[in-house]
């Protein structure tokens, strides 16, 4: 008995493949007639089989069948080319010849269905969703079907893989998976097809993220080159040099800035400060050229200001120059202790000095504090460089013993706290 039904078994066994190969005969039949629904529902009892579901024919005439699916409205939405893709790969996977041209055709038609389903995605800013379509763009192109194409047939799924390459990087940076990032976006820098300033911007912004500071430079220098003209590369090999200290390069590449752009008035004004910061070390040592440096730097400010006299931070910052200065002087004054005649006469010389600067630097102090004061809303930082012009011009009224106009400025002071 045990073997009967092991044969009756068998038999039926037997009986139901071929069953299941009538199916995907009438699905095809169907899809050839375009009954659609028909087709699908023949090619899913076919794919119910376990024996049936791994053969050629069945993957191929289910691929087939899911890619017409997406001309029917009520099947559309739910993307059947996905699992008509995943018909594919399987088919390759077992027999990568079946059918080779037409298998070839799906697989385009796949690249280009995952790639605007990847766009819509990170247009809609759902960036998983994004990365997931574009990786399956990369993934077909790696299959290598398409190598024998010419023309705008190749330079088209060229576009669309290296954009899916562009989409996919700039996923994984917006979502600050910088160590993801990098790479990708070195990959998209280095096509032609997808050569922008704004990748350069990307992967520079997501190597300073990262401290990769020698390979940050790296990609600045390479940026500058392809793209001399952009303004973020521009500023970020800038900001580099700054935080490297290395004054001299940053004063070389500002000009260079300057000579490309004469009406630009924060770069003069950068080279303004730059030169300033050179004069005024933070150690406090003075060298050899520190007459020099605070001379480019008034020509500097002199320029800014000349392309934008109402900026109040311009003038208070070249206020600051000459405040500065006097500060030096000042403390020179100090410095004196004795009380012959020659003392006094040194004393007398360094106070014209310092006066001549303290009313140097006034005009300017009162232009930032009247340009401040009429500002309704003032950011914080404003506010606190507000607060150290009061201050200076204080200090100036003081010294210069110009007590109203010190009173004057004290009540305005006095009103901030």
């Known amino acids: 008995m045990k073997k009967a039904v092991i044969i009756i078994a068998a038999i ?40 049936t579901k791994e053969k050629p024919k069945a993957l191929f005439v289910k691929a087939e069948i899911y890619f017409h699916l997406m001309n029917v409205d009520k099947y559309k939405n739910s993307n059947p080319f996905k699992e008509g893709t995943a018909a594919l790969f399987k088919l390759i996977e077992i027999k990568p010849e079946y059918e080779k041209t037409t298998v070839d055709q799906l697989f385009g038609t796949a690249a280009f269905l995952y790639y605007n389903d990847g766009a819509k995605a990170y247009n809609d800013k759902k960036l998983d969703d994004a990365t997931a379509s574009m990786k399956m763009v990369l993934k077909i192109r790696d299959l290598k079907r398409f190598d024998k194409l010419t023309g705008v047939q190749m330079q088209t799924i060229d576009t669309i893989t290296a954009d899916a390459m562009q989409t996919l990087a700039n996923s994984a940076y917006y979502q600050m998976k910088y160590d993801e990032a990098v790479p990708l976006l070195t990959k998209v820098k280095n096509n032609p097809i997808t050569k922008k300033s704004n990748i350069y ?98 020509d500097a400010f002199n320029k800014a200001l000349k392309l934008s006299p109402d900026n109040p931070s311009f ?103």
Not at 204 to 223: C, P, R, S
């Open 12 to 51: 039926a066994l037997s009986l139901n493949s071929l069953a299941q190969d009538t199916y995907v005969t009438s699905a095809g039949v169907a899809l050839n007639n375009n009954n659609l629904d028909e087709a699908k529902d023949d090619i899913d009892k076919a794919m119910g089989n376990s024996e």
């Open 201 to 298: 911007e990307c992967l520079i912004d997501a190597l300073e993220k990262l401290n990769k500071k020698d390979e940050e430079l790296t990609v600045i220098q390479e940026g500058r080159k392809d793209f001399p003209d952009d303004v973020f590369i521009r500023n970020k090999e800038l900001n580099y040099y700054i935080s490297a200290g290395k004054d001299d390069e940053i004063v070389k590449k500002l000009e260079e800035a300057a000579a490309k752009d004469p009406n630009n008035a924060e770069i003069q004004f950068n080279i303004a400060t730059t030169y300033l910061g050179m004069a005024s070390p933070k150690d406090g040592k003075k060298t050899a050229g520190t007459a020099d440096y605070y001379a480019k730097s008034e």
């Open 315 to 417: 003038n208070y910052n070249f206020g600051a120059l000459y405040f500065n200065q006097a500060t030096d002087v000042n403390n020179q004054m100090n410095a004196i202790t004795g009380s012959s005649d020659a003392d006094q006469k040194k004393y007398d010389n360094l106070k014209a000095q310092r006066d001549a600067l303290f009313a140097k630097a006034s005009p300017y102090f009162e232009k930032a504090k009247n340009t401040y004061g009429s500002q309704k809303d003032l950011k914080a930082d404003e506010k606190n460089t507000y607060k150290n012009t009061l201050k200076a011009l204080m200090d100036i009224y003081s010294r210069l013993s110009k007590m109203d106009l010190y009173g004057e400025v004290k009540k305005k002071y006095d009103s901030l706290n």
